[in-house]
Every structure is written in structure tokens, then in C-alpha cells.
């Protein structure tokens, strides 16, 4: 039986002998096998998720990859119903992800546009968006305290912006407007 795998989206037979190949060497890894990742998080993001037969295999990989300190780590693949049913909940899950854009109105992009969706018109953008250019915010934080700035912080300055706008609107609403002026952020609604 074929199938369209979650995994890079591509199709792959149910009925195959083996887990994954290797990144290196593209060995087949059997289920249930040792296998060997990398130390180094973003080799193992679920889009790259590079897999290795052998620590030779890794350590091929290193010097392309420029890790400054790395490690193989020793891993077991699935047997080969629960590699079948982490695949099915994959392909359900990622159908589940494709439903919710289309709730936010998010459309995909066009060719040659590259990977990223592209940003919804009108009503109802991403609520998840950040609304702020980073690194400014950093430039700004490191030339005025001399500190770094955590990737969390442009979620809530994104979350404040949000409330920030969503008041100015409403005053520009109650006084009958379809623009908002900048001094709608200081007034209250009426």
C-alpha cells in the first residue's frame, strides 16, 4: 500500500523492509535497529532529521555541517507498527494543520515566492504573527543597557501591540471613522 509519508511529504510503500535510510550513506536502517543522531539540535529538527547507521556516517557529516562540539547519540529505531502509527497520526495531524490555516486565512505561497505562507488581507491575520522587526528591538536593547534580548520578549511586545492597536480601533470606530489616527492610542472609548 502507498501512501504520502509526513515526513518531507514524500511517498513511500507500507510494506518496506526498513525505518529510514541513512543521511550519509543512505544504508537502509532497519526497524528496531541502532542508529545515531547528532548531538547538535538542528540536526535533528523534524526537517532535517538526519539519521546515521554508524558513527563513521556521523562523523562524515560533521565537517560539512561545522559543528564546533558534536557527539553521535545512540538511538533505536521503531518497530515497525509504531514507526506505521506515528506515520498515520502524522498525515492526521499535519491534515489538522492544513484545516487551521485555512480557519486563520492563511494562504500558501505562490511559486517563487519561497516556503513562508503568505501573510492573510484584511481581517483575521495570524494572531500568532510577530509585529515587530527583532532585530531593531535587540539593536535597541544592546546600544541602550548593553544586554541581549530572549526570543520570548517580541511575542509579548507582539501580544501589547495587538491590545495597543485593538483599542485605537475602537476609538476610531465610536467616532465614526474607517482610519485609525495616532490619537486614538491615547484616548479612551467614549
Known sequence: ??????WKGRTVDDS??????????????????????????????????????????????VPVMRHRKAWAE??????????????RAATV?????????????????????????????????????ILVVASKIRDYIRARADMNTSATVFEVLSDRLRDLCDHAIDVARADGRKTVLDRDFDRTVD
Request: charged residues 30%.
Open 93 to 129: 495531524q499535519e491534515g489538522d494543520d492544513k484545516k487551521a490555516a485555512r480557519r486563520l486565512r492563511v494562504r500558501p505561497a505562490r511559486s517563487g515566492q519561497g516556503g513562508e505562507p503568505a501573510r492573510a488581507r484584511g481581517r483575521g491575520g495570524r494572531p500568532d504573527e
Open 74 to 87: 545512540e538511538r533505536h529505531a521503531p518497530p515497525r507498527q509504531e514507526a506505521a502509527a506515528r506515520a
Open 1 to 6: 500500500m502507498t501512501r504520502i509519508d509526513s
Open 16 to 61: 518496506r523492509s526498513f525505518w529510514r535510510k541513512c543521511s550519509a550513506c543512505k544504508k537502509p536502517i532497519p526497524f528496531g535497529a541502532s542508529y545515531y543522531v547528532c548531538s547538535v539540535s538542528t540536526c535533528n529538527r523534524e526537517r532535517t532529521g538526519y539519521v546515521f547507521c554508524s558513527v563513521a556516517c556521523w562523523d562524515t557529516h
